[in-house]
């Protein structure tokens, strides 16, 4: 994962320990450079990788249609949720990242939360900052 990381470019997201990928440290910028190597048109990945990511993140399970979704019209989005409570806390990381269009233009768009009082607010605080994010630029 971390020789990922590094091919893509991303200089401040590094796996967790062994096999805890669930506890990967990252920023949103960095999420935005993996973004666009999953949606960009100069990517290292080739076009049947970026197809087959673009699949799975425009059809995940219903139950979690949430997160940077909420800024799109309709169906028009791909995103890929994690959230995680923290056992040392009891709070939640709640993080969504993903592809909406809006009024024909695309967006890509990352937000990440860190110890929110339960998985539902984590919820409605990244759906508020994507819809937030997306607005300010539709109103430009």
């Known amino acids: 994962l971390d020789a990922a990381n590094e091919r893509f470019g991303l200089t401040r997201t590094s796996g967790g320990d062994g096999e805890l990928w669930g506890l990967t ?34 059809s995940v399970e219903s139950d ?15 995103l890929k949720n994690g959230w995680l409570p923290r056992s040392a806390t009891g709070l939640w990381d709640v993080n969504s990242i993903g592809r909406v269009t809006v009024d024909g233009t695309d967006y890509l768009v990352a937000v990440l939360s860190d110890g929110t009082a339960s998985r539902t ?12 994010a997306v607005g300010a630029f539709g109103d430009k």
């Open 25 to 58: 440290q990252t920023t949103a910028a960095d999420q935005l450079v993996l973004l666009q190597q999953v949606f960009g048109a100069d990517s290292k990945l080739n076009a049947a990788s970026r197809a087959y990511l673009q699949g799975l993140m425009k």
């Open 64 to 78: 979690q249609r949430w997160g940077v979704s909420a800024a799109a019209e309709g169906n028009s989005w791909a």
């Open 121 to 132: 607010r984590g919820i409605a605080l990244v759906e508020a900052a994507a819809r937030a």
